[in-house]
T-cell receptor, first 113, second 111 residues
Framework: DAGVTQSPTHLIKTRGQQVTLRCSPKSGHDTVSWYQQALGQGPQFIFQYYEEEERQRGNFPDRFSGHQFPNYSSELNVNALLLGDSALYLC????????????FGPGTRLTVT | GQNIDQPTEMTATEGAIVQINCTYQTSGFNGLFWYQQHAGEAPTFLSYNVLDGLEEKGRFSSFLSRSKGYSYLLLKELQMKDSASYLCAVLSGGGGNKLTFGTGTQLKVEL
């Protein structure tokens, strides 16, 4: 049973560039959430996708956008990268379980120079 | 808004018991999670509480008091591999959409 997978593992970008991160949810899961985790901090909620629509959004600017595909996989896009966007980006998926447990992927480490 | 507080760091001895506290203020509470995160890795699920009381799972137990906005994670028979960051997270929003995390408690287990 494959867990949550993310690509790429690491990424280095320059200020002003754009980046796309990818996530495949755990088998049987249909809801995908994205989180940003700065060094020494807890993850911060960016947004959640369900049935190919953004269902809820955290306090992030419009430079952060996403998409969910019919196979439930998801992309996170960040435009006009800033140095402060350097962080670990985590994808989490969940199914229809009553417990609401979210399973996290290994993350993508983004460095903006 | 959401506000979650937990200690930044704790140190304990191998074989001992440690309690990590978490207090929260939130609207639309749908449950509280504890996650373990080793450096450079993804958070892994430890426990979920939605009703008041104690949930026990092996060496780990978690307690919730919704009226006090308080939870704790209890780790027994500490092992060196338990050295990690422990994240308290509150689930809120319609349909249980959003997890709000604390900054994490860095636990160091010493010999």
């Amino acid at each position: 049973d494959a867990g949550v997978t993310q690509s790429p593992t690491h990424l280095i970008k320059t200020r002003g560039q754009q980046v796309t991160l990818r996530c495949s949810p755990k088998s049987g899961h249909d809801t995908v959430s994205w989180y940003q985790q700065a060094l020494g901090q807890g993850p911060q909620f960016i947004f959640q996708y369900y049935e190919e629509e953004e269902r809820q959004r955290g306090n992030f600017p419009d430079r952060f956008s996403g998409h969910q595909f019919p196979n439930y996989s998801s992309e996170l896009n960040v435009n006009a990268l800033l140095l402060g966007d350097s962080a670990l980006y985590l994808c989490a998926s969940r199914g229809k379980s009553v417990s609401y447990e979210q399973y996290f992927g290994p993350g993508t480490r983004l460095t903006v120079t | 808004g959401q506000n979650i507080d937990q200690p930044t760091e704790m140190t304990a001895t191998e074989g001992a018991i440690v309690q990590i506290n978490c207090t929260y203020q939130t609207s639309g509470f749908n449950g509280l999670f504890w996650y373990q995160q080793h450096a450079g890795e993804a958070p892994t699920f430890l426990s979920y509480n939605v009703l008041d009381g104690l949930e026990e799972k092996g060496r780990f137990s978690s307690f919730l008091s919704r009226s006090k906005g308080y939870s704790y994670l209890l780790l027994k028979e500490l092992q060196m591999k338990d050295s990690a960051s422990y994240l308290c997270a509150v689930l809120s929003g319609g349909g249980g959409n959003k997890l709000t995390f604390g900054t994490g408690t860095q636990l160091k287990v010493e010999l």
